[in-house]
């Protein structure tokens, strides 16, 4: 009986190595697409930043030749009245813009969350100051202010006697009024972002947390919260960078004044850089302003992923 021959496997020729393994010939491509944007953001971004840090240690001014001075620019910042009046100017911006636009702007999103009538519209007006220029609202605001503009008016109908509230005149009142004027812009966005969180929230879980007995308070305070905190921690970030860079509103409104009581960092940067031609001054302002957000951002965004970690 003949005895069967044991099928000896094939050998794979090369063309069905290249058929079945075929060579990345255009590797190339990925990395041409992304050449141009990176080049264009290191030149434009990452290098102007370097390069600000390094103008920071000289006595730059635009015209003459840069000398290397150290750390007098920093010595001479820390010692300056103005810098510190900017400073907590900006601590101010900060501690309105993370308070009341996020208050402010959760209660109106939970509002017009459910189908109200004339919701839309509501939402419109709301929203309506954010795609206006920050121009645009500085020079309104500034009318709305004038001794006998539209708030001192509306203050004299409602009964007040006396002169008019000098809102961009009384040291005391300009950085707060700058401020009010800004958060009438933030207000509608933050409404928008909590809109859009609020709507991957899921419903379900919150009946189900009504029907166990829990009120509406609870079940926002344990539930729809900690949903939304993907959403707060984009809102923070962001509210965040817009208060330290506050300079628009204060440049078109105030210029700083009066007496530098309304200075911020940016405003005080772009004085010393561009109206006094001291650059490696305004570059140092601007290293500690960058320091400042960096740090803050970062602080924030590790404390909120430790506590989803935990959660």
Known sequence: MATMATPTPATTTVAEKKTRFPRRTNWWVPYAFLAMPLILYFTWVIGPMFFSLYMSFTNADGISR???????????????DIFWVSFWNNVRW????????????????????????????????????????????????????????????????????????????????????????????????????????????????????????????????????PLLRPVTVIIVVISTIDALRSFDLVNIMTRGGPFNRSSVLAQ???????????????????????????????YYLNRTMKDEMEY
């Open 66 to 80: 840069m000398d290397w001075v150290g750390f007098r620019n920093y010595r001479r910042l820390f010692n300056d």
């Open 94 to 225: 900060l501690i309105a813009f993370i308070t009341i636009p996020i208050v402010l702007g959760l209660s109106l999103a939970l509002i017009f969350n459910n189908d109200l009538p004339g919701t839309r519209f509501f939402k419109a007006g709301f929203f309506s100051p954010m795609v206006v220029s920050s121009v645009v609202i500085g020079v309104v605001w500034s009318w709305m202010y004038q001794p006998y503009g539209l708030i001192n008016e509306m203050l004299s109908q409602l009964g007040r006697d006396g002169t008019p509230i000098g809102f961009l005149s009384d040291p005391k009142l300009v950085t707060w009024s700058i401020i009010g004027a800004g958060l009438w812009r933030q207000v509608g966005y933050v409404m928008l972002l909590y809109l859009a969180g609020l709507k991957n929230v899921d419903t379900t879980l919150v009946e189900a947390s009504r029907v166990d007995g829990a009120s509406a308070f609870e079940s926002f305070r344990d539930i729809v919260l």
């Open 268 to 298: 005080m940067m772009y004085i010393e850089a561009f109206n006094n031609y001291a650059m490696g001054y305004g570059a140092a302002i601007a290293t500690i302003l960058g320091l400042i957000s960096l740090v803050l951002i970062l």
